[in-house]
Every structure is written in C-alpha cells, then in structure tokens.
C-alpha cells in the first residue's frame, strides 16, 4: 500500500521568502507527526496531531513555523520568512490509532535557505 | 532538543560480520522503536519493543529492551552491504512523543 509521500522533495528558497511543505499521510492514520532533521543529527520534534484534537506545538522552534491539517488527512507545514538556519531536512510520519507508537515515516523534504 | 546517546557513533565492519550497537538514557521509557535510514530518504521502522526485557527478531536483526528501562540494543547478525545507513533508536515515555538518538552510522566493507 501507499506509503507517507512529501512534497516537494527540494526546495531551494532565498532568505526571506515563505515555504510550504505537504505532507500526505498513510490512509487511515489518525495521527501525523513534522521532525526537524538537520544535517548529521537526529530528529527534532515540531508539531503532533491527533484526529480533531489541537495540535501539539510545543517543538516549533518559532512563531515563523506554523503547521495545519485539514480533514485529518493532508498536513501543510508553513514556515514564514525563512533564515538559514531552517535549513534541514524535514519529515513527516504518521501512525495508526491501534498501532499509536509505531510511526512511518515519508521521504522527507530538504529545504535550503540560500 | 533532547536526544538519546546511542554508540558507536559510527563503525566499519567487514562483510559478514555482526554488529552491536546501543541506546542509553538517564531516564526510563516505556516503548522504544529502532529505525534504519539510507541517504536521501526517511527513517523506516525496523523493529518496536513494548516490555522491559523483550527481546525481538526481525530477520537478521535483534532488538532488545533494557531490563532497567533505561537503554536498548540492536544486533545485526552477518552483515551485508546493504546494512549501510544510520540507524536510530527512538525512546518514548508515556506521551506520544519520541526523543530520539544521535545515530549510529554503519559502513560495511565488502
């Protein structure tokens, strides 16, 4: 079956300018999950959500990156005025209710900030 | 953010050789999952541990859960060259959230 795809796979962006990251979750997964994944480390958790719950946005790093998911199914991850050091790759997972620990992940976006 | 210390961060093995690699923590977790991932590409789920002292098998690969609570290892027996990646544990302590490891990058020698 389908896996979690993200889109774009690369976006090169000029300091400044707003990107939109997608996100298109596993069918049926209730929960969906952005990471952070700088270069040569491990991953840094943003924003969780869960069915129709209110996110968890205790990991966005600022109040540029902003994150939403519409119909409990696709997620856009928005960061605002971007700066270098956004620069990252950034994933996407979800899960399952039943399997609620076990997250899958996408292919990830890389996103430079030239 | 907070990250788990895994070791070695990085090894070369000759092919055919088995690997030992692990996750510590100063704090306890209740589930811990074991990820492997290529260049390029997201993390894939190698293997999940749900009790103190699980010990679980996925192919060539073991997984265990630290009876402390506090650690887990993986094992990966008789390895081939497409074990190359960087392998992650992640730790997760009653919330839905994980707190992942620093990695441990794989290189093998054919």
């Known amino acids: 079956g389908a896996g979690v795809s993200q889109s774009p796979s690369n976006k090169v962006t000029e300091k400044g300018k707003d990107v939109e990251l997608r996100c298109d979750p596993i069918?049926?997964?209730?929960?969906l999950y952005w990471y952070r994944q700088s270069l040569g480390q491990g991953l840094e958790f943003l924003i969780y959500f869960q069915g129709n719950s209110a996110p968890d946005k205790s990991g966005l790093p600022s109040d540029r990156f902003s994150a939403e998911r519409t119909g409990g199914s696709v997620s856009t991850l928005t960061i605002q005025r971007t700066q270098q050091e956004d620069s990252a790759v950034y994933l996407c997972?979800?899960?399952?209710?039943?399997?609620?620990?076990?997250?899958?992940f996408g292919p990830g976006t890389r996103l430079t900030v030239t | 953010g907070q990250q788990l210390n895994q070791s070695p961060q990085s090894m070369f093995i000759q092919e055919g050789e088995d690997v030992s690699m692990n996750c510590t923590s100063s704090?306890?977790?209740?589930?811990w999952l074991w990820y492997k991932q290529d260049p390029g590409e997201g993390p894939v789920l190698l293997i999940a541990?749900?009790?103190?002292?699980e010990l679980t098998s996925n192919g060539r690969l073991t997984a265990q859960f630290g009876i402390t609570r506090k650690d887990s290892f993986l094992n990966i027996s008789a390895s081939i060259p497409s074990d190359v990646g960087i392998y992650f544990c992640?730790?997760?302590?009653?919330?839905?959230?994980?707190?992942f490891g620093t990695g441990t990058r794989l290189k093998v020698l054919a």
């Open positions: 069918s049926g997964h209730t929960a």
């Open positions: 541990l749900y009790k103190a002292g």
């Open positions: 992640a730790g997760q302590r009653g919330t839905y959230k994980y707190i």
């Open positions: 704090s306890i977790f209740n589930t």
């Open positions: 997972a979800s899960s399952s209710r039943d399997r609620i620990y076990e997250q899958y």
